[in-house]
């Protein structure tokens, strides 16, 4: 059982060194898109995730036993339709600011490859989050799900994948770790591919991506 073990953390291993390393070069060609081309892989992957909005609502319920459908198909709804109206005007390509008075011109450049750490509560919705801000920014994501939560949190990234990709985007620019373990997490926080890391879940483990030395956002339990 011990080897078992050790070489399925190996395996966890390597897919996430794999998958950083993918991630990396889907996002530097993104990183080339104009604003039409966002818009265009946005409004697809928001479209996509309304379609299957229920689908994964009760993928979620039945695999982790948290919260009811009613609320998860709520909450992925949230997570895409009513994210989207907040950030579609949300200039992220270019200039986005030139203050002639203060002589201050900001531009809006991607931060790179991101890791999304996917808690077992809101598995679907918060793929479905992250992926669109991530792209909305023209960053990539790896995500790392929660091992009770897998099938759905990986149902929810191929949707999102799919639809990108379907709307131009490069492959493997929103991917998934469909071995879990907390060596694999560890190894992505660490990669060298990964440049921002965007954390919800425990108190544990958001502290963990804090303390990783590289731009960390975390999320930990409450509202």
Excluded at 89 to 98: E, R
Excluded at 164 to 183: D, L
Excluded at 186 to 200: D, G, K, P, V, W
């Amino acid at each position: 059982m011990e080897d078992c073990q050790y070489d399925r953390d190996l395996q966890s291993i390597q897919e996430a060194r794999t998958l950083a390393r993918k991630g990396k070069i889907a996002q530097e060609q993104l990183a080339k898109f104009n604003e039409e081309q966002i818009e265009n892989i946005i409004t697809n992957m928001v479209r996509v995730a309304k379609e299957n909005a229920e689908k994964l609502a009760r993928m979620a319920n039945k695999e982790t036993r948290f919260g009811n459908v009613a609320d998860k198909i709520f909450k992925n709804h949230h997570a895409s339709t009513t994210l989207y109206e907040s950030i579609k005007n949300m200039k992220t390509v270019g200039i986005i600011n030139n203050d002639t008075q203060n002589r201050i011109m900001e531009i809006a450049e991607p931060m790179g490859l991101l890791m999304g750490i996917i808690p077992s509560t809101n598995p679907t919705s918060t793929v479905i989050y992250k992926s669109i801000i991530s792209i909305k920014s023209r960053n990539g994501i790896v995500i790392s799900p929660h091992p009770s939560a897998l099938k759905c949190t990986m149902e929810a990234t191929r949707l999102m994948n799919e639809a990108a990709v379907a709307a131009g985007a490069p492959e493997n620019i929103i991917t998934c770790v469909s071995k879990p373990s907390m060596k694999a997490t560890n190894e992505l926080m660490r990669s060298e591919e990964i440049a921002l890391i965007i954390a919800t879940g425990g108190s544990a483990m958001v502290k963990s991506a804090y303390s990783v030395g590289k731009p960390a956002l975390g999320v930990g339990p409450g509202n």
